[in-house]
């Protein structure tokens, strides 16, 4: 199950959710947008993918709790893959965050996850081998002088990983997190707009360039495989280096 599919167009959809459908996953997403939802459903449908999804805001515990159950009932209680990545953000310094931003950013990137994964749990253990993987991001691993909210969600993200990686390896779960650098998605031309971010990003980047959705995906199909069955607790940076350029 991916826990975030669709978006203002199915390519971004197709991007994100290809690489486990085209290694033969089942996979259930979710959007906010009915339309768009079901448009990229049936795009995948025909190209032969074994796909489906519903509506649900996850920043909504109802409605998470209802995408739940309905995972369920279509899996027969068992989920052997939850990949955890919906996430928003909006580039503000710490002294213009409101208290509302606070409450949205905490609720859209770090709680959600967090009780969806507290809800799968049954179902994941159930697979006897499953694995989680959390989408965060370099912002959680080293800092930068904006988006302080954001970094927050994000950091606790990488050490959720850790902790459930702990707790829940007796149950057979897996559990690790893929941080991207900037990768050319809506989201980050959101925040590129201006060039400024863009151009410090390149010059602290060995392989100077942006990446790409499917640079991501891969390795959460990867962290998914049996080959990676004794990878756990990891936070793995698909940076093109960003996290480890000194000077
Ligand atoms: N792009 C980057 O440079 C970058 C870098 C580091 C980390 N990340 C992380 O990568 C993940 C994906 O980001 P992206 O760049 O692909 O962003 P994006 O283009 O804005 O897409 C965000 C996705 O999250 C979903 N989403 C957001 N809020 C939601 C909610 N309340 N309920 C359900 N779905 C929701 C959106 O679905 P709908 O709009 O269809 O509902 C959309 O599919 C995020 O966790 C982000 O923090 C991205």
């Given amino acids: 199950m991916v826990s975030s599919g669709n978006d203002r167009s199915c390519y971004w959809w197709n991007q994100r959710n290809r690489e486990l ?74 002294l213009e965050y409101t208290e509302d931003d606070f409450s949205f950013f905490v609720k859209t990137n770090l709680e959600s996850a967090y009780h969806i994964t507290q809800l799968a749990h049954p179902l994941l253990k159930a697979s006897q081998a499953a694995s989680i993987v959390f989408i965060s991001s370099t912002a959680g691993v080293v800092a930068i002088d904006i988006g302080s909210i954001y970094s927050a969600t994000k950091g606790a993200i990488n050490q959720l990983t850790k902790n459930l990686a702990c707790e829940w390896a007796k149950d057979n779960i ?35 360039r942006l990446g790409e959705v499917k640079e991501v995906s891969s390795m959460v199909a990867f962290l998914c495989l049996p080959a990676a069955s004794y990878i756990t607790g990891q936070t793995i940076c698909v940076d093109g280096g960003f996290t480890v350029f000194g000077l």
């Fill in 174 to 208: 897996r559990t690790n997190c893929v941080a991207p650098g900037i990768i050319k998605t809506p989201l980050a031309e959101s925040h590129l707009e201006d060039g400024k971010l863009l151009e410090k990003y390149l010059r602290r980047t060995p392989l100077g």
């Fill in 21 to 94: 459908a085209e290694l033969g996953a089942y996979v259930y997403t979710c959007s906010r947008n009915e339309t768009e939802l079901n448009e990229c459903l049936q795009q995948w449908t025909t190209k032969g993918f074994q796909v489906s999804g519903s509506v649900c805001d996850m920043a909504s515990s109802a409605q998470r709790k209802d995408l739940i159950t309905k995972v369920s009932s279509i899996f027969n209680g068992k989920l052997n893959i939850l990949v955890n990545n919906v996430g928003t953000n909006i580039m503000k310094h710490t």
